[in-house]
């Protein structure tokens, strides 16, 4: 059973940091591009970002919101992906989703669509 199970959301204030897990079983790992997504209250989820394979370099993607704060990696051996929020701000509240891609890398196509597996979400909230 293939299943991504994250942690680390919290409530926290602006500029703050948090760091995100998301840790996988019952697929091999290290074969899927992992994504990073979002989803506020009343909107639709966002992608927010990527990592490749090692195959092609542990490449990373990021949405213009994310670009300088967030940094996502990845341990393989670990089976887990992270997503380091720094200098968080009241707009990053929402819930983070990690997903499994099921389509070959292309960081300029980072649809939900792109994703076949997710897990349940964390809260994540920002105070003013």
């Known amino acids: 059973q293939v299943q991504l199970v994250e942690s680390g959301g919290g409530l926290v204030q602006a500029g703050s940091s948090l760091r995100l897990s998301c840790v996988a079983s019952?697929?091999?790992?290290?074969?899927?591009?992992m994504g990073w997504f979002r989803q506020a209250p009343g909107k639709e989820r966002e992608f927010v970002a990527a990592?490749?394979?090692?195959?092609?370099?542990?490449?990373?993607t990021y949405t213009d919101s994310a670009k300088g704060r967030f940094t996502i990696s990845r341990n393989n051996a670990a089976e887990t992906v992270y997503l380091q929020m720094n200098n968080v701000k009241p707009e990053d509240t929402a819930v983070y989703y990690c997903a499994a891609r099921t389509l070959p890398w292309q960081p300029t196509s980072t649809f939900v669509s792109d994703f076949g597996t997710w897990g349940r979400g964390t809260q994540v909230t920002v105070s003013p």
């Open positions: 019952g697929l091999t790992f290290s074969a899927y591009s």
């Open positions: 990592i490749s394979t090692l195959g092609l370099g542990h490449s990373t």
